[in-house]
Structures are given as C-alpha cells and as structure tokens.
C-alpha cells in the first residue's frame, strides 16, 4: 500500500513539473519568434507616424514628420554596383536611401537642417548598421543636400512622403 501511494505522489509531481517547464518554455519560445517577426519590416502606415500630423503639404506630396533631428552619413565607393536588400543594384548616382524600418519603395524627404535644403529619396536598402545613425543617404543624395562637401555625416528631418490622393472627376452633367 505505502508502495503504490509513493507511486502516484511521484507520478504526480512529475507530471506537474514536466507540463510546468514544458509550456513556460514553449510559449516564451514562440513569443521571442512573434518579436522577431513583428520587427523586421515596419510598413509606412504602421510607423509611429499620427495621421493628424501633416507638416506640409507641397507638389504631388503630403509629408509626415518622422524624425525631426536624424543622423544621417552616405554609403561609401565600394558599394556602388553591389546588390541591395531589396535585390536591386545599388547605385551611388541615384536619390536613394537606407533605414532599418520603412519598407522599400517608401519615399522620404530628408532636410538638412543646416541649410534647409532637401531631397525626396526612395528606400531600397537596410541600414545604417552604425550605432546613432539613422539614415545612409546615396553620394548623389548625400552631395545635394550638405553643406560641407568634405564631411560624412549630417543632421536632418526625415518626413515621410505620401502621395496626395487624387481629387474625385466632376460627375457628368444631366441634360434636361
């Protein structure tokens, strides 16, 4: 009798702990995969951008403010001709950029605030991989918008840029 109540206690305990450990470790394990997934592509419209927050409106563009005091630097001659995360060639005399989240394709203003002046360039790499810098701009890109054509690094507003929706057509008239 004492055999068999020994028994059971110890099944018991051990199937309380297996089933313990075993779902601690299973739920945190697909919890750490769900992050992983969730933050490797952030899309335009699910940035921390507010709807509301509509700086300017100018051209075919409506721009959203993303970040107002970014570090950006450019990419340097040897990556010129090399494949980009997106799969396109990378070309140093084009308006393009890399950032860690927007999704590519996602066009950009970016404003030196030194001297005002900006450029719209497209996402179409991932990075900068330098810790504090949060744009890499083209040479061409990088080139137009500095100040000191000799330094590698700059501080810039970086809005997002969205196209403005089309005006709905006049509905044909009636005739009487």
């Known amino acids: 009798m004492r055999d068999r109540f020994l028994l059971v206690v110890t099944t018991t305990i051990a199937i309380v702990l297996i089933s313990t450990f075993s779902f601690k470790k299973f739920s945190r394990t697909s919890f750490a995969l769900h992050n992983y997934a969730l933050q490797d592509t952030v899309k335009v419209d699910s940035t921390a951008i507010l709807d509301s927050l509509i700086i300017e409106s100018e051209g075919l563009y409506n721009y959203k403010l993303f970040k107002s005091n970014a570090h950006a630097s450019y990419y340097a001659k040897k990556f010129h001709g090399k494949r980009t995360a997106s799969g396109e060639r990378f070309d140093n005399n084009k ?31 991932r990075g900068p991989y330098v810790r504090g810098r949060e744009i890499d701009l083209s040479r061409k890109a990088y080139m137009y918008l500095a100040v ?25 008239l009636t005739s009487p």
């Open 95 to 125: 308006f393009t950029a890399a950032h860690r989240k927007f999704a590519f394709g996602t066009k950009l203003r970016v404003t030196n605030l030194r001297n005002g002046k900006s450029a719209i360039v497209t996402v179409n790499d």
């Open 148 to 172: 000191n054509k000799g330094g590698g690094e700059m501080r810039v507003k970086i809005e997002v840029a969205q196209l403005k929706p089309e005006p709905p057509l006049p509905s044909p």
